[in-house]
């Protein structure tokens, strides 16, 4: 099964006050008080009025996000981050194939990275999302890193993550499934 990853991440409220007004922006409630928002080309034309461009270059250093990040962009990122630290992530992978970026914003400038991993086989707590994750407050907990502490397995690309912020769901919404779908089969 895939995954594929466009978003920013931040403090559900700063991420609410800053896209109160935009029509295309839809939160995905995280764990620990985050929100993600999907990165959509209708979100990314609503922000820069431009339609977004993609990146044709490998990903490398220098070329970390497939999404090229724009001068309208990041000064939207930037000026977000004057209310807390605010993180665009990216990763697509299977089968144990693919990449992550991430880049941290806080007041108003780059604060962290960009960072990019294309092999994801060092420790899970060094993966440009972890750390982009743990820059932001994600404080650890049962999960076996910040990812999945925060709850961002719980869909599996933009879609998904559009359809659990319409419908409004919780992470926790999952897990409270798995815990009554456990008990009905402890039951039986």
């Known amino acids: 099964m895939s995954y ?58 220098e070329h970390p996000f497939d999404l090229v990040l724009g001068m309208a962009l990041t000064a939207t990122l930037a000026r977000w981050s004057g209310r807390g630290p605010v993180a665009y992530v990216e990763a697509e992978f299977a089968g144990g194939l693919g990449y992550q970026s991430a880049a941290v914003w806080l007041d108003g400038a780059l604060r962290w990275g960009p960072r990019l991993d294309r092999t994801l086989d060092s420790p899970r707590a060094g993966w440009p999302i972890n750390a982009a994750l743990v820059e932001l407050g994600v404080e650890p907990g049962r999960w076996i890193d910040a990812f999945a502490e925060v709850g961002l397995h719980l869909e599996r690309n933009a879609d998904g993550w559009l359809a659990h912020g319409r419908r409004r769901l919780s992470a926790d919404y999952w897990d409270e499934l798995a815990e009554e779908w456990e008990e009905e089969q402890s039951r039986r």
């Open 4 to 61: 594929q990853l466009s978003a920013v991440i931040a403090d559900i409220e700063l991420l609410r006050e800053q896209t109160a007004e935009l029509d295309h922006a839809v939160l995905g409630e995280l764990r620990q008080d985050f929100a993600l928002l999907p990165v959509t080309p209708q979100l990314v034309e609503e922000l820069t009025g431009a339609l977004p461009d993609y990146s044709v270059e490998e990903r490398d250093d």
